[in-house]
């Protein structure tokens, strides 16, 4: 996303929408009811700025920025998402 001042800014948002809508190594025997019930989380939280999620959706996407991003964004993804770390 780019800001008025020409910054591109990663949301929360974005990286798990990403990470929810990618096609990860682990995903090839995936069935599609699978892929859906992603797609359909990915389409919860796109665009919003505030959202209530279960605590399984939480779990479902830390593992999906877990797997899909490299340690910096998991970091900062993962105490958005649970105040307890």
Known sequence: MQS??????LTLGD??????????????NDDGLTKF????????IYGQKDIVLSVDEVKQIKDRIGQAYSAGVVGAAWRLLDKSL
């Open 37 to 44: 019930k992603r797609d359909t989380l990915a389409h919860k």
């Open 15 to 28: 990286v798990a929408v990403e990470a929810l809508e990618s096609q990860l190594p682990t995903d090839k």
């Open 4 to 9: 008025s001042d020409g910054i591109k800014k």
